[in-house]
């Protein structure tokens, strides 16, 4: 499978002018604290192994709208970005003000969950129990998916305390009682969350399986599974809000 995946990239990075000397590839990711960067990092150190005279990084940026904007400048080579963001961006419809339509499809990628994660003594229990409440999330694009999980619910976007905050001032809030929730990535495994979970009594929130079906209808948000005894405390399989994800280049790199 690896070496399936560096053909690949080795096809596309071939086209680039400056294949026959060492080419730099810089993988833009997601913020400290997701699951993005660990997975850019993984493909940053298959590139190293099999494909020759590659030097690739992984990046961590702000988010999937920061990758896409860095990709269209070329300030990246590689950007994991979900596909709403893909989407909308390349279109300049909002949350974007313009067209950042100077990238390529390369792959498509893994599906990406995240949810409400709250101390297990705080009384939520459900997307609805948070009416009223503190809730942090990371970036307008994990906002416009919490508040569609939300609308299933009958909660709008009103009804909370909202704020912004990375991932690793989530976690910190929830620890200190600062937030009521965090809407946090759990799938692929985030390890901060698990470190969390490993101290402190949390509660993962799901989606009710009929409520989920709600996401189907989106064709870039999608209901993602976590296995059961993911994060410690957490006994069952969940449904969470999710987005599909996908791998772009910066158009120079494929331009012969």
């Known amino acids: ?109 893994m599906d990406a969950g995240q949810t409400l994660v709250t101390l297990a003594h705080s009384g939520i229990h459900t997307y609805a129990d948070v009416r009223g409440l503190r809730v942090a999330v990371n970036t307008t694009t994990s906002k ?15 009804d909370l305390q909202l704020t912004f905050m990375n991932f690793a001032e989530q976690i910190a809030a929830l620890r200190e009682g600062e937030i009521d929730a965090g809407f946090l990535p759990v799938t692929p495994y985030n390890a901060d969350v698990g470190g969390l979970a490993s101290g402190t009594m949390i509660r993962v929130l799901g989606l009710d399986p009929v409520k989920a079906k709600a996401f189907e209808a989106a064709p870039y948000w999608t209901p993602v599974r976590v296995k059961p005894r993911t994060y410690e405390g957490q006994n069952a399989e969940l449904i969470v809000p999710g987005t599909h994800t996908t791998l772009l280049a910066h158009n120079k790199l494929t331009r012969r």
């Open 144 to 158: 416009a998916l919490l508040v569609a999980a939300l609308k299933v619910y009958g909660v709008r976007e009103a």
């Open 1 to 109: 499978m690896k070496r399936a995946l560096a053909l690949g990239f080795a096809i596309v990075l071939l086209a680039s002018p400056a294949a026959c000397a060492l080419t730099r590839v810089t993988i833009g990711t997601g913020p400290w604290g997701g699951v993005f960067f660990p997975v850019g990092n993984a493909l940053a150190m298959i590139l190293n192994r099999y494909v020759r005279d590659v030097s690739a990084t992984a990046e961590p940026v702000e988010g999937s709208a920061h990758a896409l904007e860095l990709l269209h400048t070329g300030q990246l080579t590689l950007s994991i970005v979900t596909l709403g963001t893909a989407h909308f961006g390349v279109r300049g419809e909002a949350p974007f003000d313009k067209k950042y339509d100077n990238v390529a499809f390369v792959m498509a990628g």
